[in-house]
C-alpha cells in the first residue's frame, strides 16, 4: 500500500482527446467495442476520472485464456483505501473487456515490488484477481465504474488486500506487515495478467472466485477448457441472436403483407356491402311498382266485369249513347260537367272571334259577350281544380287500402 501522492490530476481535456480518438480509430487498431456503447463507455472513464484523478486511462494488450491478444481500455492507477484511520493507495488495474458495458470489468490488484498479496483474502486471488458482490451482480445499464472504485474501497477497507514487506537482514526471515510509510508509486506501463504465484486468467463476466487453501488450484488445461466453454456460449448466443433478428424482420415483412391484403379485402368488403344495398333498394323499388301494377290490373279487372254485358247491345238501335259512358262518381260527374262548359266555352270564343272578323258581330258586343263568357269559364275551371284535388286525395286512400289489402 501506498500514501496518497501529490501529482496533480491529468487534464479532463487531454483525457476527453485520448477517449475520442481511441474510441474513434478503424480498421485492424480500433478497440473491439460496439458502436451503441463506445458512447457510454466514454462518459464512464470520464465519470471515473472526474471522481478519481488517480486513475488513467489507456490502452493495452489483454491475453485471453485461449491465447487470443486483444487491445482493451483500462484504468491504471490506485484507490483510495480508509483503514485504522489513515487512507492508503491501493494500486489496481480495471481492464474494460470486449463485452463492456453489459457485462463487468475485469478487476486486478497491481501490488509493487515490495508489496505482496494476502493469503488468503476473500475477494482478491494469489494472482490478483479481485471478486466482489458488486461485480457478481452487475446490471447493464445502472452499474458504472464509479459504483464500482466505491465498492472496491469499501470491501478493501474491511480487509486490506495487500502487505508492505521491508527487505530483511540475510539471517532473519521476513515477515509481512503492515507499512504506513512512502513508497513510489506503482508503474505505469500495462501489465499482463499473470503472476509468480501461478496463472490465474481474468474472465470479462467477472465470474472467477478466488481460490481456497483447502481446494486444489486449477491447472492451464482446466481454464482453457472453462475458456473454451464461455467463448463457445458467446458465439452461441450471438448466433441464437442473430436467428432471432432474422425471424422478427422476417415475420414483420410477413405482417406487412398481411396488413396490406386486409386492407385491400376491407375495401372489397366496403364495396359489396354497397353495391348489396343497392340491390336491396332496387329490389324494394321493384317490388312497390309491382304492387301498383296489380292493383292497377285489378281495377281493370272490376272495370271489364262491369262493363262487359254492355258491349253486347251496341249492335241494336235502342242503345243510348249517354249511357255508355258514365261517371263513377259525384267528384267524376262535377269533374266531367266542369271540363265540358270550359270546352264550351272555348269553342263560343272562338266563333266570336270569326264573327268578329268578318263584320258580324260589333266590337263592343264582342267585348261585352268574352266578358261574360271568361268570367264564367274562370269558375268553372277553379271548381275543376278543387274537384282534382278532392280526387287524388281520394284516390290515395284508395291505393292505401289497396296495399293493404294486398299485404295482408
Avoid at 321493384?286 to 281495377?299: A, I, R, S
Avoid at 268578329?356 to 264564367?376: H, I, K, M, P, T
Avoid at 274537384?387 to 287500402?401: F, L, S, T
Wanted: with cysteine; proline share 10%.
Amino acid at each position: 500500500m501506498v500514501q496518497p501522492s501529490s501529482t496533480p490530476p491529468p487534464n479532463s481535456q487531454q483525457t476527453l482527446q485520448f477517449l475520442s480518438f481511441v474510441l474513434s480509430q478503424r480498421g485492424p487498431s480500433s478497440l473491439p467495442y460496439t458502436e451503441d456503447t463506445k458512447w457510454l463507455i466514454r462518459q464512464h472513464i470520464l465519470s471515473l476520472v472526474s471522481d478519481y484523478p488517480s486513475l488513467e486511462p489507456k490502452t493495452a494488450t489483454f491475453t485471453h485464456n485461449d491465447g487470443r491478444s486483444v487491445n482493451l481500455l483500462q484504468a491504471d492507477g490506485t484507490i483510495p483505501m480508509p483503514f485504522q484511520g489513515v487512507t492508503y493507495n491501493i494500486p489496481v488495474i480495471i481492464w474494460l473487456m470486449e463485452s463492456y458495458p453489459r457485462y463487468p470489468p475485469a478487476v486486478y490488484v497491481n501490488p509493487t515490488r515490495d508489496m505482496i498479496i494476502k493469503r488468503p483474502h476473500p475477494h482478491v486471488s494469489p494472482s490478483g484477481l479481485v471478486s466482489i458482490p458488486y461485480l457478481h451482480n452487475w446490471i447493464y445499464p445502472s452499474s458504472n465504474l464509479v459504483g464500482l472504485v466505491v465498492n472496491l474501497s469499501s470491501a478493501f477497507s474491511l480487509d486490506p488486500p495487500l502487505y508492505s514487506q521491508r527487505r530483511p537482514n540475510p539471517n532473519p526471515t521476513p515477515s509481512p506487515s503492515i507499512n504506513c510509510g512512502h513508497h513510489p508509486p506503482p508503474p505505469q506501463g500495462p501489465r499482463v495478467a499473470h503472476s509468480a504465484a501461478g496463472p490465474y486468467p481474468p474472465s470479462p463476466y467477472g465470474r472467477v472466485q478466488p481460490p481456497q487453501q483447502s481446494q486444489a488450484r486449477p491447472t492451464s488445461t482446466d481454464d482453457a477448457a472453462e475458456a473454451y466453454k464461455l467463448n463457445a456460449m458467446d458465439k452461441l448466443a450471438e448466433m441464437v441472436h442473430g436467428n432471432i433478428i432474422g425471424m422478427r424482420k422476417a415475420r414483420e415483412v410477413e405482417m406487412e403483407g398481411l396488413f396490406s391484403a386486409q386492407a385491400v379485402l376491407r375495401r372489397r368488403e366496403e364495396e359489396i356491402n354497397k353495391g348489396l344495398k343497392e340491390m336491396q333498394d332496387e329490389k324494394e323499388a321493384l317490388e312497390q311498382q309491382l304492387q301498383f301494377v296489380l292493383m292497377n290490373t285489378d281495377v281493370l279487372d272490376s272495370w271489364i266485369r262491369d262493363n262487359e254485358g254492355k258491349t253486347k247491345n251496341l249492335g241494336k238501335n235502342n242503345v243510348n249513347v249517354e249511357d255508355t259512358i258514365y261517371c263513377v262518381d259525384v267528384l267524376s260527374k262535377q269533374m266531367l260537367e266542369c271540363t265540358a262548359a270550359d270546352l264550351a266555352i272555348e269553342d263560343a270564343v272562338y266563333s266570336l272571334d270569326k264573327a268578329v272578323q268578318n263584320g258580324a258581330v260589333s266590337f263592343d258586343q264582342y267585348l261585352r259577350n268574352v266578358r261574360l263568357l271568361s268570367r264564367e269559364q274562370f269558375f268553372h275551371r277553379a271548381t275543376a281544380a278543387k274537384v282534382k284535388g278532392a280526387q287524388m286525395q281520394a284516390q290515395v286512400a284508395n291505393m292505401a287500402a289497396r296495399i293493404s289489402h294486398f299485404v295482408s
